[in-house]
């Protein structure tokens, strides 16, 4: 296998494990991280919401709709330009997400115990320099012309 399907695989399974959790809850995993983003810094702009989340704008915008008619976020103004919005957790989504939280970092604890502390470590500091600016930024060449990888 090569790094791409092995990375693809890796995250499947993972995905696959946290929807099992969440399913029942009548959450799916792009909720759960709008909620554990909030949870760690409340008050945020959908543009920081969809780069933390890997998605695009109107993807977001979908996730977020649905998520303000269960009540579990709110959008309100930016106090400092009120042309922009942010997205603020509820009592609801803080109280599914305390619940459901240490759920989900034990089931990605144990993937990374699988590993031990050392391989955890590295891998994780592999990828994140895979996803940095630094990384996407080098051109790689592909069938005999450079391409730029972008995020």
């Known amino acids: 296998m090569d790094l791409p399907e092995l990375i693809r695989g890796v995250n499947r399974r993972l995905e696959q494990m946290l929807e099992a959790e969440l399913k029942p809850r009548s959450l799916s995993l792009h909720q759960y991280r709008v ?4 949870t760690e810094g409340n008050g945020l702009p959908m543009g920081d919401l969809a780069t933390r989340l890997l ?43 305390k619940d459901i939280g240490p759920i989900i970092k034990s089931i990605q604890q144990n993937l ?7 391989d955890a470590t590295v891998l994780t500091s592999l990828l994140s320099e895979l996803l940095s600016d630094r990384a996407s930024a080098h051109s790689y060449p592909v069938r005999g012309r450079e391409t730029l990888i972008h995020d």
């Open 35 to 38: 909620l554990e983003a909030l």
């Open 55 to 97: 998605v695009d704008g109107p993807t977001l915008t979908k996730i977020i709709d649905r998520m303000v008619e269960s009540a579990q976020v709110y959008r309100a103004p930016d106090p400092q330009d009120r042309r922009r919005v942010l997205i603020f957790l509820s009592q609801r989504g803080a109280e599914q997400f």
């Open 112 to 118: 990374l115990n699988r590993l031990g502390a050392s």
